[in-house]
């Protein structure tokens, strides 16, 4: 990870854990990831459910976070809910991943690895970056 991306990674771990809607997240692995961040959040997994289906679920919350991973399949994935939530009164965030997106590229592909790479990152030799 560049240097310059540190700082905002950690601000965006920030973000996750204090965000009170719902999460929309691919697999398992990824609420796992989440919640060892400290992710408090209600997630919903894309599991069977046609994604119409996931998108009426999440829109019972006022606040809905996209967070698919970052590959071309979690991109089309994203690209669907935002179009499927986009009909509901919730405000959707799919803003997040996409920053995660462009400053991870090079980094990680999906959202099963934050954890771990939040635990690579944030040791000491941070310091002057938190």
Do not use: W
């Amino acid at each position: 990870m560049y240097a310059e991306n540190y700082k905002r990674f950690l601000e965006l771990i920030d973000k996750l854990r204090e965000f009170e809607g719902a999460i929309i997240v691919e697999g398992p692995r990824d609420e796992v990831a989440l919640r060892n961040l400290g992710v408090r959040a209600e997630i919903i997994r894309l599991s069977r459910l046609p994604l119409v289906e996931i998108a009426l679920v999440a829109s019972r919350y006022r606040d809905v976070m996209i967070l698919t991973d970052f590959d071309k399949k979690g991109e089309e994935l994203a690209k669907k809910l935002l179009s499927y939530l986009e009909g509901y009164s919730c405000r959707v965030d799919a803003e997040t991943r996409r920053e995660l997106r462009k400053i991870l590229k090079k980094d990680i592909k999906g959202v099963e690895e934050l954890y771990e790479l939040y635990l690579s990152v944030s040791g000491p030799h941070l310091e002057g970056f938190q």
